[in-house]
């Protein structure tokens, strides 16, 4: 690959020596030197070409030839890093083809570096772009013990905490190897839940790592490679599609050179020179050793050996070498060139009194210093005005230019290795990322055309925690980083309706959350309605009794005549039977959704009509004890005989809860409420009393009355057979007392419709005990034995 970049050069200046349009009577040399990817070694190879000798000697230049314009290179950054420190003291421009290390950016450290490859921060988004494209919020990371390394995983690590996306790992990989240090990988990513890992390396750096990776069959694990290794066939060999097959990447983009497969396939011993690699590239690339005297001595002893002729056709092979059409670090070497070539063009045709150095004069093409290619603004940045401002397009219709930090556009091709049907890796070319193109066109990729570790087409998950669903929140999970979590379901009352919630939302005040918690319903609305089992039962029960004492109030007044009926003053018979229909019906306003009407009603006209019910007991009890006591000699009891005294009995009695009532209603009257607070599944409209204290009082006077006439009637329980009614009453006290001492702490303990059918009921029993201890008896008289 290396050698390939190295001809792609001197095809490129060959190419433009014979352009009579780009730089007309002007010839490109070259020099060029191999790094071997070390420090020391560019370095040396950079002070060679400034002084001109093979010895170097600093700030100074010994040649006389032609000046030196521009150096390319190096391929790597730490190569280039130093180089550019260099060249940048002395104002050579430096193109480089392949380092990427953010640092660079630096115009002042760096004031003639500039490049034609994304740089580090470029290289991070981009896979960035492609983490959140796939939904991977879990990933690792493997980097080279380099500072381009240690760079390139800083700013990764930057743009992954911008994108809230988290790292499960961190590790660095050996350039030096060690057993040790690689089985520790190893475990780590065996032992990790990250099914995505990102790597930062060189080829030569990462291929021992994945070796060992496969002689452990760790599989399932997505690798998403950089630019420096993701096209490598060394890396991406047949052995190891068990661990790599599946890989994702991002890669300079290709670019099909027009002429070059062809300049390589001339490339020959015999036609081809001064070029010192031409022979060994001829036997690596047929596998051939060149004749000389030794070799003739070792094919006598060894007929396996086979001599290079130079006659070999490489027209007749199918290798990686000679397709043209996927270079990517080939074609930055051609443009870098092409690039040098047209800014020196520029130079080489500026009109004197039009150049951008004092008094408008313009360079000397065939002599100048490195200073005049560049132009002195008024701020300290110094840039390189000739390459800085080159702008052209190129054979492959692309448009080649630097930005202020001296960066080309950046453009990725998106990669993905696939299992063959010979069971070997290909590149396939499935997407791009244009940082140059307009939003929704910077990102492309062909999701149908990947295929992932084990043939499968469907897009692996690398998630610390899976996504909490609607009616689910996020809770951190201690000591772990924040894309580990636990999914916790929204309390009652809240909801989520989004995936991956951090917080449940309350729902308003008259909605409640469904069983999911995702979505907020209306609130049931409760009450005590005649269409429910309980409040039909209710109601016809209150009909039922309500009839049965109207018939008892027919008969009375059918049979006012019969003793039964005289005996027990008929006239507060019919107004008892009358507060006891009343009673029950009064159960009816308080069935159903309230109303201001009802809820203004139902407690005052029960208060109102207890009360002349037990005043009318009340009454015909002290009418009894009156009746038998006016019997004796001499009384002065028989003066109160008569209807004056019950009447006003039960009109004092009644119009004091009347009044009680009253003042309640107009200084803090009932009214209708929405209960949002006793269910939280359901609004319960409900009548609010207005005034605690006003409705335990009408109670508290109801009670009264009751106990009066309980107590009254139990003193009077022993009279003789014929005013034996007192006996009665005293039991209808018991049971109404009774019934209103449970309903009590009933009442207290329920809540809503329940409430409501508390105090229906209590009115129910306690009516039906005045109707059936006092009248059912003589009912019984009056039809069974008249």
């Not at 004031?111 to 740089?119: A, E, G, L, T």
């Not at 390139?152 to 930057?158: P, V, W």
């Not at 009340?618 to 009746?627: D, Q, W």
């Amino acid at each position: 690959r290396l050698y390939r970049w190295l001809q792609a050069m001197i095809f490129a200046i060959e190419e433009i020596n014979q352009n009579s349009k780009l730089l007309p009577n002007i010839t490109l040399g070259y020099e060029i030197y191999d790094s071997c990817f070390i420090v020391s070694r560019g370095l040396e190879a950079t002070m060679r070409l400034i002084i001109g000798k093979e010895e170097p000697f600093p700030n100074y230049n010994c040649t006389s030839r032609t000046p030196l314009a521009v150096i390319i290179g190096g391929a790597a950054s730490g190569t280039s890093i130093s180089m550019a420190r260099l060249l940048g003291v002395y104002n050579y421009p430096q193109i480089s083809y392949g380092a990427g290390a953010d640092i660079l950016n630096d115009r002042h450290q760096f004031p003639s570096f500039f490049r034609n490859v994304p740089d580090g921060n470029i290289r991070s988004r981009s896979i960035i772009k492609l983490l959140l494209h796939f939904g991977w919020t879990w990933t690792g990371i493997l980097a080279e013990d380099t500072d381009f390394g240690e760079l390139s995983t800083q700013s990764l690590r930057e743009e992954l905490s911008k994108a809230d996306i988290c790292i499960g790992f961190s590790e660095i990989i050996p350039i030096v190897y060690s057993t040790s240090k690689i089985n520790r990988l190893v475990e780590v990513i065996k032992k990790s839940s990250v099914n995505v890992i990102v790597i930062i390396s060189n080829e030569a750096y990462i291929i021992p790592l994945m070796e060992e990776v496969n002689q452990h069959n760790v599989t399932g694990k997505i690798w998403m490679t950089t630019e420096s290794t993701s096209t490598s066939i060394s890396l991406f060999s047949s052995h190891l599609v068990r661990t790599l097959a599946g890989a994702i990447g991002i890669a300079l983009h290709r670019g099909n050179i027009p002429g070059f497969r062809d300049f390589l396939l001339n490339l020959h011993p015999f036609k081809t020179h001064n070029n010192i690699y031409i022979e060994d590239y001829w036997k690596e690339l047929f596998g051939c050793t060149w004749p000389n005297q030794d070799t003739y001595q070792s094919v006598e002893t060894n007929v396996g050996i086979r001599l290079c002729r130079g006659t070999e056709e490489s027209t007749e092979l199918n290798i990686p070498f000679f397709d043209v059409s996927v270079s990517r670090f080939t074609n930055n070497v051609y443009n870098a060139v092409y690039t040098a070539a047209h800014a020196l063009h520029d130079l080489y045709t500026c009109s004197p009194g039009e150049g951008p150095f004092g008094n408008r004069t313009c360079a000397n093409i065939y002599y100048f210093e490195p200073w005049q290619v560049r132009k002195l603004y008024i701020t300290d940045l110094q840039l390189l005005h000739y390459v800085k401002n080159v702008h052209f397009i190129n054979k492959l219709g692309e448009e080649i230019y630097f930005d202020e930090k001296g960066n080309s556009p950046a453009v990725y091709d998106i990669v993905n290795w696939q299992v063959t049907t010979d069971g070997g890796l290909k590149c396939v070319e499935v997407g791009m990322i244009n940082f140059s193109a307009p939003p929704g066109k910077d990102f492309i990729i062909n999701n149908s055309a990947l295929t992932w570790n084990g043939g499968d087409t469907q897009i692996p998950r690398s998630v610390c925690s899976e996504s909490c669903p609607p009616g689910y929140r996020k809770a951190a999970r201690r000591w772990q980083p924040f894309c580990c979590f636990d999914c916790i379901r929204c309390s009652e009352g809240k909801i989520t309706n989004k995936t991956d919630s951090s917080d449940c939302m309350e729902c308003p005040y008259d909605h409640w959350s469904n069983d999911r918690r995702d979505k907020c319903v209306p609130k049931a609305i409760e009450f005590l309605s005649y269409k429910e089992p309980l409040g039909a039962v209710l109601a016809s029960v209150s009909t039922f009794c309500s009839l049965t004492s109207g018939i008892v109030l027919l008969a009375f007044i059918r049979h006012r005549d019969t003793p039964i009926v005289k005996a027990n003053n008929r006239e507060l018979s019919y107004l008892l039977l009358l507060a006891i229909v009343l009673c029950f019906l009064c159960c009816l306003i308080f069935i159903g959704q309230p109303l201001v009407v009802t809820c203004l009603l139902r407690q005052a006209a029960f208060g109102v009509i207890f009360a002349f019910s037990v005043s009318c007991v009340l009454a015909k009890t002290i009418v009894v004890v009156i009746a038998f006591k006016a019997t004796k000699p001499n009384s002065n009891l028989k003066k109160w005989v008569g209807h004056r005294l019950p009447n006003g009995i039960i009109f004092v009695c009644t119009i004091m809860q009347v009044i009680l009532c009253i003042a309640w209603l107009i200084s803090s009257p009932p009214f209708p409420e929405l209960n949002i607070k006793s269910q939280p599944r359901k609004i319960i409209i409900e009548c609010n009393e207005g005034s605690a204290v006003a409705f335990w009082c009408m109670l508290g006077y109801m009670g009264q009355l009751a106990i009066v006439s309980f107590m009254v009637a139990f003193l009077a329980r022993n009279l003789p057979e014929s005013f034996n009614e007192a006996r009665f009453i005293t039991f209808s006290m018991l049971v109404f007392v009774t019934v209103w001492l449970a309903f009590i702490p009933a009442y207290l303990s329920t809540k809503g419709k329940y409430m409501v059918a508390v105090e229906i009921f209590a009115i129910l029993a306690s009516s039906a005990g005045l109707l059936a201890c006092i009248f059912f008896p003589k009912c019984y008289i009056i039809f069974l034995k008249p």
